[in-house]
């Protein structure tokens, strides 16, 4: 059973179109994040949600927006791609703030063309 | 300001032989350090954290880490290093300024070679 599982795995898209990356977590953690991970490896906090509360909210374009409907689930949608939105996407979760781990989905390629 | 380093961006080791990659941290208050490893195309997954307690924390794989107050490092450690072990590792700090957020250091490659 995947802990942590995030679909699609891969995202290619034009400019200027609408995309959403679904987030899924069953270790009942009470906290979930979005990363975005660039082409150099740098990792850069998006989101993170505490029991469906907004708790972390960067400063990312409001382009992108996170909806938590539940604990369990953690999405993302992203408005109007630019080119500078490809990198890949990792939903995480965790327990137990501040101690707690984090374990981490496999990631979403968006490429954007 | 909290901030995590990681002054090598890569490190070279023959197999076999013991392993070190180097982190260092700037936060307020008792830190809470983290390791992770992330291999190519995969998410990352956690080694091992210090939270309090004992300075030599023993995780995942048969990695390591030593918690240097003095020093405000938390290097990662192998006794013997393998091919396998050929990753991106990530160190990372709670921040407990800012909604308990993880500070995390730019990476570094290890590479193994046989």
């Known amino acids: 059973d995947t802990a942590v599982s995030q679909t699609p795995k891969y995202l290619v898209t034009q400019m200027g179109n609408d995309k959403s990356i679904k987030c899924e977590q069953n270790?009942?953690?009470?906290?979930m994040y979005w990363y975005k991970q660039d082409s150099k490896k740098f990792l850069k906090i998006m989101f993170s949600y505490n029991n469906k509360e907004l708790i972390i909210n960067e400063t990312v374009p409001n382009r992108f927006s996170p909806k938590s409907p539940d604990k369990a689930h953690l999405n993302l949608h992203i408005n109007s791609l630019e080119l500078g939105d490809s990198a890949v996407y990792f939903c995480?979760?965790?327990?137990?703030?501040?101690?707690?781990?984090?374990?981490f989905g496999e990631g979403s390629r968006l490429t954007v063309l | 300001a909290q901030s995590v380093a990681q002054p090598e961006d890569q490190v070279n080791v023959a197999e076999g032989n013991p392993l070190t990659v180097k982190c260092t941290y700037s936060v307020s208050g008792n830190p809470y350090l983290f390791w992770y490893v992330q291999y190519p195309n995969r998410g990352l997954q956690f080694l091992l954290k210090?939270?309090?307690?004992d300075n030599l924390v023993k995780g995942s794989y048969g990695f390591e880490a030593e918690f240097n107050k003095s020093q405000t490092s938390f290097h990662l450690k192998k006794p013997s290093a393998l091919v396998s072990d050929s990753a991106l590792y990530f160190c990372?700090?709670?921040?407990?300024?800012?909604?308990?957020?993880?500070?995390w250091g730019a990476g570094t490659k290890l590479i193994i070679k046989p």
């Open positions: 210090y939270i309090t307690g």
């Open positions: 270790l009942g953690h009470d906290t």
């Open positions: 990372a700090v709670r921040d407990m300024t800012s909604n308990y957020q993880l500070i």
């Open positions: 995480a979760s965790s327990l137990g703030q501040p101690t707690g781990e984090l374990f």
